[in-house]
């Protein structure tokens, strides 16, 4: 049952616009209306901590630089609407985070933070960056694949095309100069 949930929530963190409704049998409601309450608080709107079990601890990566840039296999991209950066609760994911802040938010990536204690802790993260998705997800389904690339590791990003990287600050700034007319 916890594995089920801890999917529900990588998912609305993947799929937050995609999302309109909890139920399509019969009369439904906006799924916005179950995360009124935690706006109230604070929390970004359709990103939830909704039946987050802490502590979060993913199983199968590693804090370790990665040794170089890697692709996930084609099959695995398929699966990606847009990126995603997996994180945790360190000082050296904490600084990535930072770091990378603004490209993550060019690039449109939702921050998955793999290894947290505390709801406490997860706010403090948020903290960081307010701007970005971001959710707390056990992702330990995803190690096998990172494995068979040598990128086990966070913090890191998982792109579009399947591509995974630890720096794409690059990336930002080629965004941005393509955007410039």
Do not use: K
């Not at 963190?13 to 179950?34: C, K, Q, V």
């Not at 890697?70 to 990606?80: C, G, V």
């Amino acid at each position: 049952m916890a594995e089920r949930l801890a999917w529900l929530l990588v998912l609305i963190a993947l799929f937050p616009a995609a999302l309109a409704a909890a139920s399509d049998a019969g009369p439904t409601l906006p799924i916005e209306t179950f995360y009124a309450e935690r706006r109230q608080d604070g929390a970004q709107p359709g990103v939830s901590e909704l039946a987050a079990d802490y502590p979060v601890a993913t199983r199968g990566l590693r804090r370790q630089r990665l040794r170089q840039d890697t692709s996930l296999a084609s099959s695995f991209a398929a699966w990606m609407p847009h990126p995603v950066a997996l994180i945790a609760d360190d000082q050296a994911s904490l600084s990535w985070l930072v770091e990378q802040g603004d490209a993550l938010r060019t690039v449109g990536a939702t921050v998955l933070v793999v290894r947290v204690s505390s709801s406490e802790r997860m706010r403090a993260i948020r903290n960081l960056r307010p701007e970005l998705p971001m959710a707390p997800a056990d992702v330990s389904s995803l190690a096998r694949p990172l494995q068979e690339v040598n990128a086990a590791v966070y913090p890191l990003v998982i792109l579009e095309d399947g591509s995974v990287r630890q720096d794409i600050r690059h990336l930002a700034r080629v965004a941005t100069r393509s955007l410039t007319p």
